[in-house]
């Protein structure tokens, strides 16, 4: 059974830094593609960023480009997402999704969701 794991939310200050980890269980990372979205109250769950089977990174949202990097760790069957210059707008709840092995645009397009990990941006 796919099961994804968020961890790493919390409460940071405008300029701080997060590191997401998103643990994959049941499949492997090497076959499928695995895509950071995220929720703000009030408004649609949007994609941040997505790593492809291969390791290949998709476009960044335009509004974290240059501050968010994914990556991931095979041995470790877990994708990070490293949220740099945090802003007050990046605070929301963050979801790692999963598809067969690439990156879509579309949120329906991803089969297995993590449970989600609340980012608070605030001073």
């Known amino acids: 059974q796919l099961q994804l794991v968020e961890s790493g939310g919390g409460l940071v200050q405008p300029g701080g830094s997060l590191t997401l980890s998103c643990a994959a269980s049941?499949?492997?990372?090497?076959?499928?593609?695995i895509a950071w979205f995220r929720q703000a109250p009030g408004k649609e769950r949007d994609r941040v960023s997505c790593?492809?089977?291969?390791?290949?990174?998709?476009d960044y949202a335009d509004s974290v480009k240059g501050r968010f990097t994914i990556s991931r760790d095979i041995a470790k069957n877990t994708v990070y997402l490293l949220m740099n210059n945090l802003k007050p707008e990046d605070t929301a709840t963050y979801y790692c999704a999963a598809r067969r092995f690439l990156c879509s645009p579309r949120r329906t397009d991803f089969t297995s969701w993590g449970q989600g990990t609340q980012v608070i941006v605030s001073s």
């Open positions: 049941g499949f492997t990372l090497k076959g499928y593609a």
């Open positions: 790593m492809t089977n291969t390791g290949v990174t998709s």
